[in-house]
């Protein structure tokens, strides 16, 4: 029987929940005319990275490869609103960059991780 991977345990699926509850914080911040807009698309994003993770960790390694690579492109999605968000003064030039950083920090285990399962 294939070993199941505990994405609790996952340091990847922890950022990633981080993750959501950093964007979380500052949405509240946020124009309320965003709510349906930015805002939106920024929270779906940011849970979507650790939900893609818990989802594939019950999968095959080469779903879960798949579901990483999903994981993945929300966070490049997330960074482009980000960079929305900045242009639009809903946030400053140091929460982009810190937020930048912690997101390439995360790609790079995300994928190391990824390159690691077989399949």
């Known amino acids: 029987m294939r070993k199941r991977h505990n994405y609790k345990n996952l340091k990847i699926w922890q950022l990633g929940l981080e993750f959501a509850n950093d964007i979380s914080d ?21 849970v979507s990275m650790a939900s893609n993770i818990a989802e594939g960790s019950g999968r095959t390694d080469k779903a879960f490869k798949a579901f990483l690579d999903y994981s993945i492109g929300s966070s490049y999605e997330l960074e482009t609103q980000l960079l929305v968000a900045k242009h639009r003064k809903y946030i400053d030039e140091d929460t982009l960059k810190a937020l930048e950083n912690k997101i390439a920090d995360w790609q790079r285990m995300t994928m190391g991780f990824q390159n690691g399962l077989k399949g």
Request: charged letters at 20%; a neutral charge; hydrophobic letters at 30%.
């Open 26 to 46: 500052i949405l509240m911040t946020f124009p309320k005319h965003e709510r349906y807009d930015l805002s939106s698309q920024m929270s779906s994003c940011s």
